[in-house]
């Protein structure tokens, strides 16, 4: 019995992992996500910011369309507070950021 409940439990699991899999282009973003930005941002679907004034990402879609974010993303993001620094991507990496936001949605 238990072996069939571990085993349920294993199958429930791959399963779930397939159906969120991220595309190559949101992988790509979330390692940028990761490297660069989650210092501050919260890049998970749960859990705080560690920097409490930095919003999650997952909550970025609920003040504007993230597509909106690809000018700034490309002209350099610059913000009111001094301890984000400035960014400015390339397009490819633009498509991918988004796409990795958008996957948190």
């Known amino acids: 019995m ?62 504007y369309p993230v597509e909106d974010l690809q000018e700034s993303l490309a002209e350099g993001i610059r913000t009111g507070h001094p301890s984000m620094p400035e960014f400015k991507l390339d397009p490819d990496q633009i498509g991918d950021l988004i796409a990795f936001l958008k996957s948190l949605e």
Do not use: Y
Not at 15 to 20: G, I, S, T, V
């Open 2 to 63: 238990k072996a069939r409940v571990g085993l349920a439990l294993l199958v429930s699991a791959t399963a779930l992992n397939a159906a969120h899999a991220l595309t190559p282009s949101e992988q790509r973003g979330m390692v940028f996500a990761k490297t660069n930005c989650s210092q501050c941002h919260s890049i998970d679907p749960v859990g705080p910011s560690p920097l409490s004034v930095a919003p999650p990402f997952r909550e970025l879609h609920e003040r």
